[in-house]
Structure formats: C-alpha cells, structure tokens
C-alpha cells in the first residue's frame, strides 16, 4: 500500500499546479464533510419529550459531545503543534472510526448511559481540522484550499442534517440509529477523500519562499509564538470565543432555532447553509490574488469586522419585523460565518507569512478552538442551570447582537495592534514600512 501511494505522489507531483490545487481542495472538502457526518447528524434528531434531571436530553448529548470535542481540542494544541507528515491519512481514518464506533454503542446501550458514547464520539474527532489542514497551509493556494475546506463547516452542518432528516422520515430510522446510519452513507467518501490528501505534493520552494517553511513547533516555540503576538492574539481569541459559541448554538439547536421562528421544512438546512458556503467561498478565495501578505491580512481584519456588521444590523431588523426568518437566518449566518471561517482558515496563514514566522497555523488554531469551545459548554451548562429562561431563537439573536459588537470592537483593536506591529517591526529591520504600493506611518 505504501509503495502504490508513493508511485501515486510521484505522478501527482508531474501534474499542474491548478490540477493539483483542485483535486486537494475538493479531497479536503469532502473529508471535512465526512467527518461532519460522524459528528453532527445526532443533532438533527430533537429527543422531544425526553429529559434527565429537569434538563432536555438533548441538551444533555449536545454539552456531552462538545465536552468530549473540547478536550480534544486542548490535546489538539500540542498534538497538532507537534505534528509531522507522517501517517496522517491513517491517524485521519482511524479516529473518525473510534467515534463511528462510539455511535453504535450510543444506538445500543439504553438511555441515559448512551450520553457517555457521545463524549467519547467527539474525543477524538476535535483534532481532524489540524490532521486535514495540514495537507494545506504553506502554499500559495492556501487561501483558495482552505476556503473550499473551510466552507465545509457551513454547507456540512445543513447537508448532514438533511441527510439524517430523511433517514428518519423516509426510511423510518430511529432517533437514536440515525447517527450511526448517516455515518456507515460517508465511509466511503471518507476513504477515497482521505487516500487524495496523501497523495498531495508537498509545497514547494516558491511556496516556501511565498509563505515561509511550515514545521513542528516545541514548547519553546510555542511560548516564544504567544508572548511574540500576545496582545493581538487575546483580542483574536476573544472574538473567536465569541463567535465559536454562537456558530456552535446555531449548529447544534438550528432545528429548534428555525422552528421557534415559525419556519419548517427538511430542505431548509441544506438551502440556507449552502447559499452561504457560495458566498463564503467567494470571498475568501479571492484573497488568492492578493500577494501582499500585510494587505491580505488586513484585508480578512476588514471581512470579519464586515461579518459582525452584518450578523448584528439582520437580527436587529428581524427584531423590529423589517425582515423575515428566511432572510434573518442567511444573512445573520452569513455574517457568522464571514467572522468564523476566516479564522478556521487564512487569519493564521497569512499572519505566519506576513512576519516571516516559522512554524504552523495548528498550534494558535487548536489555542483558539480550545478557548471558544470551553466558553461553548460554559453557555450551555449556565443556560440549563436556568440561569437564562430563553428559547433557543430567543437565546441566539441575543447572543448574535452581542457577540457582533463585543467582537466588531476586538477585531477593530487587532487590526490596529498588527499594522502598529508590522510597522514598528519594519523600522527594527531598517526597512521602509511600505508594502505593495501602500505606505503606512505611525501617525
């Protein structure tokens, strides 16, 4: 198998970059996707009537999950840091087989000792983004792959939702089959998407000399990273925290979301969601155009503050009945998404290029995921405690609305700390802070 893969890279290497570029951007799509059927299909179900202690069961498997999901993501920062070339395909595969696995155990044991299964399902699929992403930073196409990757986290959500709708209505599986079942449609896809990505040409030396060498990072330069960038990466974090807890209340209650909006249909995820991975797809691949690593990176800054913008104004004009539930859910999404993949998938690649910083994107990324998926469980813990009597409508267009200006001023702040960084770290190379035609002062 090993000699077969080899002979496959050698002629994968032979072919056009923009052939190479696509096969990888679609390999990664599709097995980001895959994942997502692992991961989300339990959430289509409601488990209506059902509770444990006063507090919804499914409440109960969501915070379990996303438990589960967070400690990965917390192993995540130094296993993904740390993480070479080799046997990814196979680290891949495996770990989306421990959390299929745990599916069948949650349809067999009985309630509620199956709400353990769920966190051992997302132990260990919280470190596939970093496994996947892999293949795709330090290229001169990054922003082109992990926009198509990246999107994945939009159009899966709706896609796997309406796949374990059908399974439920059409063919009549269980609440609790049904996440095994969607599972067993995506193996093969996971495969043949997965066996793609390790045949994928390593970058090359115009994408190193473009992006800088991506490689392992010690603890030693882990810490260097974070006190280098400190305050820019609070301000980051704090925006991503923000928006990691409504994308995630979007994500796992978005069936109760649409219905307390008085909205129905099994098609409706997929539309919504899917308009929005167009939209988003465009925007973030456009920035492969853009050369200039300082104007890219300021650039996303301005995309993500124009996320929050848009999250905050559609769900104050679906409060004052100025627009529909259709139209508050695409464009607040929309706007959710213009803040959240961004993150997920260029702000870190083009903040390692823009100051020539060795190293790879895993390590602030799993950094970042690690906080905003504490601060997921924190909400959903402090909301079942009944510390909040909102419906989960309700719940999220608060949570939209201020999220949207606490994050539109952090990300106002991190822009300015890091065009003052460059700045200031251009004067300490004697060079002129002029860049790409711009010229910036401290002024």
């Known amino acids: 198998m090993t000699h077969f893969l080899n002979q496959l890279r050698k002629q994968a290497a ?32 409601t488990f209506e009537g059902e509770a444990l202690l006063g507090i919804d069961y499914k409440v109960w498997l969501v915070i379990a999950q996303v438990f589960g999901y967070m400690l990965s993501k917390f192993y995540g920062i130094r296993f993904i840091a740390e993480l070479g070339h080799r046997r990814r395909g196979v680290k891949i595969v495996g770990l989306v087989g421990i959390a299929w696995g745990a599916l069948l155990a949650f ?31 330090g290229r001169r196409t990054t922003e082109l792959l992990g926009a198509v990757m990246s999107v994945s986290l939009v159009f899966a ?55 800088t060498v991506r490689e392992p990072m010690g603890p030693a330069a882990r810490k260097a990273f974070l006190l280098t960038y400190l305050p820019g990466l609070v301000l980051t974090v704090f925006a991503y925290l923000l928006f990691t807890i409504i ?28 308009a929005i991975a ?23 800054h301005i995309m993500i503050l124009t996320g929050c913008l848009l999250a905050g104004v559609s769900t104050w004009l679906f409060q004052q009945g100025m627009i529909g539930g259709i139209g508050w859910m695409s464009i607040a999404g929309l706007g959710l ?37 504490l601060g997921s469980v924190a909400v959903l813990v402090i909301r079942e405690l009944g510390l909040v009597h909102l419906s989960w409508g309700t719940f999220f267009q ?9 994050g539109g001023i952090s990300v106002a702040f991190s822009l300015w700390y890091f065009r003052q ?5 251009n004067k300490r190379q004697q060079q002129p802070a002029w860049e790409g035609g711009i010229t910036y002062s401290s002024t």
């Open 14 to 45: 032979k072919m056009p970059v923009a052939y190479s570029t696509l096969i990888t951007a679609l390999a990664a799509f599709g097995c980001y996707t895959s994942m997502y059927a692992f991961r989300k299909a339990f959430t289509a179900g």
């Open 107 to 137: 349809a067999v044991v009985p309630a509620p000792f199956n709400i353990f299964f769920l966190f051992v399902n997302g132990l260990p699929l919280g470190v596939i983004w970093g496994l996947v992403f892999s293949y795709l930073e």
């Open 157 to 211: 959500s709706g896609f796997v939702k309406t796949v374990a709708r059908i399974l439920m209505e059409n063919v009549q599986v269980t609440e609790y089959w049904m996440p095994f079942c969607t599972g067993l449609l995506f193996v093969v896809p996971l495969l043949i998407c997965t066996a793609l990505l390790e045949v994928t040409p390593p970058p090359d030396a115009r994408d190193q000399a473009l992006r």
């Open 247 to 274: 994308r995630d209340i979007r994500d796992n209650f978005e069936v109760e979301i649409w219905a307390d909006i008085g909205v129905s249909g099994k098609y409706i995820y997929a539309q919504t969601d899917s």
């Open 278 to 300: 167009i939209a988003v797809l465009v925007l973030m691949g456009s920035l492969i155009f853009i050369r200039n690593n300082l104007k890219a990176f300021m650039l996303i």
């Open 337 to 373: 998404y213009m803040v959240y993949i961004p993150y997920n998938a260029i702000f870190f690649e083009r903040l390692l290029a823009t100051f020539r910083h060795t190293g790879n994107i895993g390590f602030v990324m799993y950094v970042a995921d690690a906080v905003g998926y």
């Open 398 to 406: 608060q949570a939209v609305l201020l999220s949207s200006a606490l």
């Open 421 to 425: 960084k460059k700045i200031n770290t």
